[in-house]
C-alpha cells in the first residue's frame, strides 16, 4: 500500500510541467492592452468622481497637485533604487522626452480639473476626447474618416447646447485644452513606455507633474487644506492618477496609438455613468444623445482602422513606433 501524498506532491501531479504558480504569471503576462485601457478607464473616472467633492475646499488646482504629489511620492517609494541607475544610463534625448510628457501629464490633468469644476463630468471628459480621437483619425490617413471627428463635434454641442448660453465658456475651453494636451500624452507616453520600463517612466512624469503644478495648486492646498481633505485626496492618489496611468503606460506598449485613441471612445459614457452613480450629476436628454455620438464616433473609428488594417501593404499607424525590447514587469 501506497503512502498518502504530501501537499506538495498532490501538485505537482495535478500540474507536471512546473509549479502551480506558472499558468496564472504566463496569463497576467498576457493581458490585452484594451482591456488594461478599460480596467484604466473604470478606475480613472471613479477617481474622477470622488476627486470633484473637494474642491470645495481647496480648489481644483489644489486638488490636483496634492492627488499628483501623493501618486509621485507612491510611485517613487516603490520603484527603489532601480530607477536611479536606468536615470543614470538613458541618453540625454529620452530623459528629456520623459520630462516633456510629465510636464504635459501635468498640464492634462490641471486643466482637466478646470474644466469638471464649471462643466458637467461627462461633458469635460467627451471635450477632452477629442484629442485622442483626432490621434486616431489622423493616423488612419483616410479623408473619409474626418466625418467621425464631426459626429463627435456634433456630439460635444448636444453636450454643451451653446445656442442656449448656459455652457460656461471657460470650462469648455478648458475642456479642449485639456484634450490637446491628452493628444499629446498618447504620442508621448508610447515614446517613453518603448524606452523605459513602465514605473520608471511613470515615476519620472508623475514627479516632473508634481513640479510643474505646484506653482497653480499650492497656494491653495496651503490656505485651505485640513488633515481630513490630505488624507482623502491621499486615498485617491491611487485611483487617480497612479493605476491608470501605469495600466495605460503598459498598454501603450502593446498597442498602437490609433487603437488607443478609437478604444478610449468609451471614455465619455463610464465618466457620465460615474458622475451619475457616485456625485449625482444627472445628465438630460440632450446630454445623453451627445456623449452616444461621440461614443459612436469612438466605435467608427475604430471600424476605420480595422478596414485599413485589411489592406496589404498599407500603413494604419503613422510614424508608429517598433516594438519595445522587453522591460522589467510593471507592479
Known amino acids: 500500500m501506497r503512502p498518502p501524498m504530501t501537499r506538495g506532491q498532490k501538485q505537482r501531479a495535478a500540474c507536471p510541467m512546473g509549479p502551480v504558480s506558472e499558468p496564472h504569471t504566463l496569463t497576467s503576462r498576457r493581458i490585452p492592452g484594451a482591456v488594461l485601457i478599460l480596467a484604466a478607464m473604470t478606475v480613472l473616472h471613479t477617481g474622477s468622481a470622488l476627486t470633484t467633492e473637494l474642491f470645495d475646499d481647496i480648489g481644483p488646482a489644489g486638488t490636483t497637485w496634492l492627488r499628483v504629489g501623493f501618486a509621485a511620492l507612491l510611485l517613487l517609494a516603490f520603484t527603489g533604487r532601480s530607477l536611479w541607475p536606468a536615470l543614470r544610463a538613458a541618453p540625454r534625448r529620452d530623459l528629456a522626452a520623459v520630462v516633456?510628457?510629465?510636464?504635459?501629464?501635468?498640464?492634462?490633468m490641471l486643466l482637466f480639473s478646470e474644466a469638471a469644476a464649471r462643466i458637467p463630468l461627462g461633458t469635460a471628459t467627451a471635450l477632452e476626447f477629442l484629442g485622442p480621437l483626432a490621434v486616431a483619425v489622423a493616423s488612419l490617413r483616410q479623408r473619409r474618416e474626418l466625418a467621425w471627428l464631426l459626429l463627435a463635434a456634433a456630439g460635444v454641442l448636444c453636450l454643451t447646447s451653446p445656442w442656449q448660453g448656459g455652457a460656461d465658456l471657460a470650462g469648455v475651453l478648458f475642456g479642449v485644452a485639456s484634450g490637446a494636451c491628452w493628444a499629446l500624452y498618447?504620442?508621448?507616453?508610447?515614446?517613453?513606455?518603448?524606452?523605459?520600463?513602465?514605473?520608471?517612466?511613470?515615476?519620472?512624469?508623475?514627479?516632473?507633474?508634481t513640479v510643474f503644478t505646484a506653482p497653480f495648486g499650492a497656494p491653495g492646498v496651503v490656505s485651505g487644506a485640513t488633515w481630513q481633505v490630505v488624507a482623502a485626496v491621499a486615498g485617491i492618489a491611487v485611483l487617480m492618477p497612479l493605476v491608470p496611468f501605469l495600466l495605460e503606460m503598459k498598454a501603450l506598449q502593446r498597442i498602437g496609438r490609433t487603437a488607443y485613441g478609437t478604444l478610449a471612445g468609451m471614455e465619455p459614457a463610464v465618466s457620465?455613468?460615474?458622475?451619475?452613480?457616485?456625485?449625482?450629476?444627472?445628465?438630460?436628454?440632450?446630454?445623453?444623445?451627445?456623449?452616444?455620438?461621440?461614443?459612436?464616433?469612438?466605435?467608427?473609428?475604430?471600424?476605420?482602422?480595422?478596414?485599413?488594417?485589411g489592406r496589404p501593404g498599407r500603413e494604419v499607424v503613422r510614424g508608429e513606433l517598433p516594438a519595445p525590447a522587453p522591460a522589467a514587469p510593471a507592479p
Open 100 to 108: 516633456l510628457l510629465g510636464a504635459v501629464s501635468g498640464a492634462m
Open 186 to 209: 498618447v504620442i508621448g507616453t508610447q515614446h517613453v513606455g518603448s524606452r523605459f520600463s513602465a514605473q520608471h517612466g511613470l515615476a519620472v512624469s508623475l514627479g516632473v507633474a
Open 272 to 309: 457620465l455613468l460615474a458622475a451619475l452613480v457616485l456625485v449625482s450629476q444627472v445628465p438630460t436628454a440632450l446630454q445623453a444623445a451627445g456623449t452616444a455620438l461621440v461614443v459612436v464616433a469612438g466605435i467608427g473609428a475604430a471600424r476605420g482602422e480595422k478596414r485599413a488594417a
